[in-house]
């Protein structure tokens, strides 16, 4: 266990729908981190928050959207789905900023993921 | 932009050592990481270099050689639970480059 949790664990809705994952860091983590991962591929980064300010950008689309609340815990917004965006998606936090020489701050503790199925 | 590179499968026998390379194209990062994961599991961290190198952690070592952009996972005394997909992955410095990027994966498979 990670330490990392996220909600709902499989989440099934129709094209054109919006949906909500929520995220909560590990105790103490400041950043948290969201990826994508479709079926067989590898990890598409897309976005991180520190300390409730957007800290990385990657190629997320702009119908996702993300935010970090003061209690530190992070939501993550899909609109107007797409049969596409059926993946994986994982939450990841991490003491520092990712940014450091030093391995306990950049290393990453992951979620148990967020199944989305678009029909 | 950054990319790397990792081959996408490797095969072994249980007790060898086995090496998953990654050479990467980036204008600057602050270090390489690699990740361990089970299939339909989460992502486990296994090693990160900052500093050109050998870093070891048990069975695991991971180098890292930024003049040749070039980094590696060995691992050692292969077990079977060593089966899953291995990624390389680095953080950009600055700016819009400050992402994170995932190389695409290695499967590993050991056979008894």
């Known amino acids: 266990d990670s330490g990392v949790t996220q909600t709902p664990k499989h989440l099934i809705t129709a094209t054109g729908q919006r949906v909500t994952l929520r995220c909560s860091p590990r105790?103490?983590?400041?950043?948290v981190y969201w990826y994508q991962q479709s079926l067989d591929q590898g990890l598409q980064f897309l976005i991180q928050?520190?300390?409730?300010?957007?800290?990385a950008k990657g190629n997320i689309l702009e119908r996702f959207s993300a935010q970090q609340f003061p209690d530190l815990h992070s939501e993550l917004n899909l609109s107007s789905l797409e049969l596409g965006d059926s993946a994986l998606y994982f939450c990841?936090?991490?003491?520092?900023?990712?940014?450091?020489?030093?391995?306990?701050?950049?290393?990453?503790?992951f979620g148990p993921g967020t199944r989305l199925t678009v029909l | 932009g950054q990319s790397l590179e990792q081959p996408s499968e490797v095969t072994a026998v249980e007790g060898a050592i086995v090496q998953i390379n990654c050479t990467y194209q980036?204008?600057?990062?602050?270090?390489l990481s690699w990740y361990q994961q089970h299939d339909g599991g989460a992502p486990t961290f296994l090693s990160y270099?900052?500093?050109?190198g050998l870093e070891e952690t048990g069975r695991f070592s991971s180098f890292l050689s930024r003049s040749d952009s070039y980094g590696y996972l060995l691992l050692q005394e292969l077990q079977m639970k060593d089966s899953a997909s291995y990624f390389c992955?680095?953080?950009?410095?600055?700016?819009?480059?400050?992402?994170?990027?995932f190389g695409s994966g290695t499967q590993l498979t050991v056979l008894p």
């Open positions: 990841a936090s991490s003491t520092g900023t990712g940014e450091s020489r030093r391995s306990s701050y950049n290393e990453q503790f």
């Open positions: 105790s103490g983590d400041l950043s």
């Open positions: 928050y520190y300390n409730g300010e957007e800290r």
């Open positions: 980036t204008s600057g990062f602050y270090g």
């Open positions: 270099n900052a500093l050109d």
């Open positions: 992955a680095v953080r950009g410095r600055g700016g819009s480059a400050r992402q994170l990027t």
